[in-house]
């Protein structure tokens, strides 16, 4: 207890010297490829932003620090978004090939994919301090097919137990995605119980800071809404302060056993133009977590974050580099992360800047065995043998999020070429102990009112001739058409 004591402290210097889901449920294709798809002061422009960002009106004292749900009347509401997607992808572009035409002519991909996704939201507010939310996703296609395997246990006809594979079609295609209600008292607390996304890490790219949410920041989509868990939220605002404590009760979902249950607290300081947050995150048999969190700006015109976490110990399962990939754990042992970055807009020019890098403690220093794990899961996948034991494992480098750990990623956005109906933007990641680097170009241009193009090429490609990857290149030509929100 002293060392995390020591360590926590430690933390807390380091935030007041410097003075928010890829989803780990993402299919094979998408991971190896690349796949399609709570501030402390208020100001009145900012809490009439978060009432319509959130559909909640909040009525703010901003010299006491005070927010109070307001009694409307029920609102339901939504959006829909329609579009076709001409994609091409071909592997190992980079190795002279003999017939370099055959081989340009026969992408490993290429798929014209229409793209029908919706979702519908309610909020009530039946009486004064008392919010009803839901949001529901629909998304094509409307039913989903499921593969896996059934576990037949030994008999005299199956003498060592069989696994036979099993497909399951008509799944609806649907999520509940929020379901929460909203309650408080004497404007001081305020509470949230049920689904909800949860706003704990500053990163953009990466937050490792994120302990809570369900799905992770997919770099490529930074500002795409995360995935939250069932949780009770309190939200305690410290009268006459620009301070803030919440507080988080996570049942578990799986078990619903009690000793599982996992709770989280962070406190959220403002100094001037900055503003720090630490907290904690734990849950038995667990590897507990402290976080550190800090956002503001330089001279007004540079905003930048930081976060940073201690674990003692880690959840994640390893494997060596032999020639059973012998999974081991590590339990007692200090791990780290921390992540830095900014951005920089400049008004006159419509240019947007982005920066970010991220330390990954909990990653593989020599991605080896990982990679041999995702070559061999693609090949069982690819032959559907879905009782192969490699694709357990390929389920526990894929939760990982980053199996590196050292990442860097920038954008620039070109928000007005000569019309403001035509922009640009350049995506770069560097995954440096993966020696892999990703180049995303792309044009956007709103052709008339219902429809806008979307075009450009995606580079992967090798950073070192050690690297596990051949790279590819892909080129993506959408259209979307319609759609809107409601």
């Not at 979902?253 to 962070?266: H, L, N």
């Amino acid at each position: 207890m002293k060392k995390i004591a020591a360590l926590l402290v430690v933390l807390a210097l380091a935030g007041i010297g410097f003075a928010q889901e890829a989803d780990s449920t993402a299919s094979l294709e998408d991971e190896l490829f690349g796949g399609d798809t709570e501030a402390a002061v208020l100001t009145p422009e900012e809490a009439n932003a978060e009432s319509k960002k959130e559909g909640m009106s909040l009525h703010g004292d901003l010299k006491n620090v005070s927010l109070s749900l307001e009694s409307k009347a029920v609102r339901i509401g939504g959006n829909l978004s329609s579009e076709l997607t001409l994609g091409y992808l071909w592997t190992d572009p980079y190795r002279k090939k003999a017939d370099a035409k055959k081989a340009f002519l026969n992408p490993a991909i290429a798929q014209l994919r229409p793209t029908i996704g919706a979702n519908l939201f309610f909020d009530a507010r039946p009486v004064q301090d008392l919010k009803l939310y839901g949001k529901f996703m629909f998304e094509f296609p409307f039913e989903k097919s499921l593969n896996g395997a059934l576990s037949v246990p030994k008999s005299p006809l199956a003498p060592k137990g069989a696994d036979i594979p099993i497909s399951i079609n008509g799944s609806p295609n649907m999520k509940i995605w929020e379901l929460y209600t909203d309650f408080s008292t004497k404007d001081i607390a305020f509470f949230r119980f049920g689904k909800h996304t949860v706003k704990w890490g500053t990163g953009y790219f990466y937050s490792p800071a994120d302990v809570i949410n369900l799905s992770r920041i997919d770099p490529e989509k930074p500002t795409a809404d995360r995935e939250g868990p069932v949780s009770l939220r309190t939200h305690i605002v410290i009268p006459r302060t620009q301070y803030n404590i919440w507080l988080y009760l996570l049942p578990d979902t799986e078990s619903f056993k009690p000793q599982y249950t996992a709770g989280a607290a962070k406190a959220e300081l403002v100094f001037g133009d900055w503003e720090w947050g630490i907290g904690g995150w734990y849950r038995y048999e667990k590897a507990p977590r402290l976080i550190s969190t800090l956002s503001g700006s330089i001279a007004g015109k540079v905003a930048v974050f930081a976060e940073g976490v201690f674990a003692w110990g880690s959840d994640i399962t390893y494997y060596k580099d032999d020639d059973e990939l012998t999974a081991y754990t590590v339990k007692n042992k200090p791990f780290f992360q921390a992540t830095l970055g900014g951005s920089y807009t400049h008004a006159d020019s419509h240019t947007m800047l982005a920066m970010q890098y991220y330390y990954n403690g909990f990653g593989y220093t020599d991605t080896k065995a990982a990679d041999r794990i995702t070559d061999a899961a693609a090949a069982a996948i690819k032959s559907k043998s879905y009782s192969d034991p490699t694709l357990g494992k390929y389920g526990d480098i894929t939760a990982m999020g980053n199996k590196g750990q050292h990442y860097i990623a920038f954008t620039i956005s070109q928000n007005k070429i000569g019309t403001e109906d035509l922009t640009a933007s350049l995506f770069q990641q560097f995954s440096i102990t993966e020696k892999e680097g990703m180049t995303t170009l792309s044009l956007n241009w709103n052709i008339f009112k219902f429809v806008q193009m979307r075009t450009g090429p995606t580079f992967s490609y090798p950073l070192s001739s050690s690297a596990a990857t051949k790279g590819s290149i892909g080129y993506n030509l959408s259209f979307k058409l319609g759609g809107g929100k409601f």
